[in-house]
């Protein structure tokens, strides 16, 4: 294939893309900055779940721990993407971990300052109140892919979720998916082990549903990869990793 250029890179907008931009600009006016190093966390699963973050640059991975160790990658957050945990319970802790995957900056929004902005500005309200229903939408149809169609279903679909958040349209109609991302992580994205992610792929490549370039996943067949996770074509801000 011929050599491709990654770092003209396309990104799906982030989650926060859903509030208004004036609705925005109030969260990120009583937001305070904090810079957090590559490879530390900004929670642990256990942790008191007071505050929301927005990360202004950088990415960030969500993941849970199995009771055998296994680490488990449920979202793989970007620039533009606000996460935490806040529900209406009191002394809520965190049932996930967030880790830094490069160094990143972020937005710190605590519970208390959006209570009160959420009482004052009822638009806000609304659009966080949609913010939160898009983010369970996209934990429900991670847990489905991986539950209801096996290991193939999984990985087909964790690769349509790549293609939608990091994909480039190739002028051949192919997509690229513009992160490289080894075995071992995509086992972890879908809770399998690295040499059945390596099957799978090799199943997938000589089906000529995917291929690869310089070491980057490249999608040729995405009917393909649908009918394998059963796809029910959710819009791209769900159908995202």
């Known amino acids: ?14 989650n926060t893309s859903i509030f208004s931009d004036d609705n925005l600009n109030i969260l990120k006016e009583i937001m305070y900055e ?14 008191v779940a007071d505050k929301l973050y927005y990360l202004k640059s950088g990415r960030v991975k969500i993941t849970k721990s199995t009771d055998e160790g296994k680490e488990l990658i449920l979202y793989m957050h970007q620039s533009g993407d606000m996460l935490g945990q806040i529900d209406p319970f009191q002394n809520s802790r965190h049932v996930f971990s967030a880790t830094a995957l490069e ?9 208390s300052d959006l209570e009160i902005l959420v009482w004052q500005h ?15 939408r996209i ?25 939608h958040t990091y994909g480039k349209k190739l002028e051949n109609g192919d997509l690229l998916i513009t992160k490289k991302l080894t075995h071992s992580e995509l086992s972890d994205m879908i809770g399998a082990t690295r040499e059945s992610v390596n099957r799978m792929l090799n199943d997938l490549r000589k089906k000529e549903a995917v291929d690869y370039d310089n070491g980057y996943i490249v999608i040729k067949d995405e009917v393909y990869l649908q009918g394998i996770c059963h796809c029910e074509c959710c819009p791209l801000e769900i159908c995202r990793v």
């Open 1 to 14: 294939m011929n050599e491709t250029q990654p770092s003209l890179e396309q990104v799906l907008p982030g």
């Open 34 to 47: 904090q810079k957090v190093t590559a490879n530390s966390h900004l929670y642990w699963e256990g942790d």
């Open 103 to 111: 160094d990143c900056t972020i937005g710190v929004l605590l519970q």
């Open 122 to 136: 009822g638009e806000l309200a609304i659009d966080f109140m949609k913010w939160m229903g898009m983010t369970h």
């Open 139 to 163: 934990t429900q149809a991670k847990f489905r892919d991986m539950v209801m169609y096996g290991k193939p279903g999984a990985l087909c679909s964790t690769l349509m979720r790549l293609s």
